[in-house]
């Protein structure tokens, strides 16, 4: 059986990403798609956009923003996610988690996030956050409940970073 690396992208679609942030967003993601098109490894790509709601995302057609930076649609759609694929993860398979965010985040309680480190994929997965704006205490607080350490809270992630990230996981 083959190794499988998933990468699961969250990325902020609210109206605090509209212009710059969210042209740089989808830049960085169309770079992470084909740099993860020739790694080693094999590499399954889900990307979940958020604001009000949550919906998957291709990040070659064009990303509208609009609405508030609602967190907890995007935790709920990747729960949901993850719980269906439980059963098919194995051995072989890592994870990495990656949020793409304005830096403003209204999380209602975080039930969503408490809910994804119950499932083994989550809990044992990379975790990794890319901020395009600024943070608010508030705001900081809630992503920092995503990641294991602050140090996982970056201005920029590059492709070939995430390429060297997948290509380890095995090692």
Do not use: W
């Not at 956009?49 to 070659?60: A, E, V």
């Not at 890319?130 to 920092?144: C, E, H, N, P, Q």
């Amino acid at each position: 059986m083959k190794k499988i690396t998933n990468v699961y992208i969250l990325l902020d679609c609210s109206a605090y990403m509209q212009g710059r942030p969210i042209l740089k967003a989808q830049q960085v993601l169309i770079k992470y798609v084909r740099a993860l098109a020739f790694s080693k490894s094999k590499v399954k790509i889900r990307i979940i956009g958020y604001n009000d709601t949550s919906f998957n995302l291709n990040p070659l057609n064009q990303i509208f923003t609009s609405g508030k930076p609602n967190i907890d649609e995007a935790l709920k759609q990747l729960y949901y996610s993850l719980a269906r694929e439980e059963t098919t993860s194995t051995k072989r398979t890592r994870s990495i988690f990656m949020l793409h965010t304005s830096g403003t985040v209204i999380a209602n309680n975080n039930h969503p996030l408490k809910l994804l480190f119950n499932i083994k994929e989550f809990a044992m997965g990379l975790r990794y956050i890319v901020v395009y704006g600024k943070t608010d205490g508030i705001s900081k607080r809630a992503l920092s409940a995503f990641v294991d350490t602050k140090d996982k809270i970056l201005p920029y992630f590059s492709d070939s970073r995430l390429c060297s990230l997948v290509d380890s996981l095995f090692r």
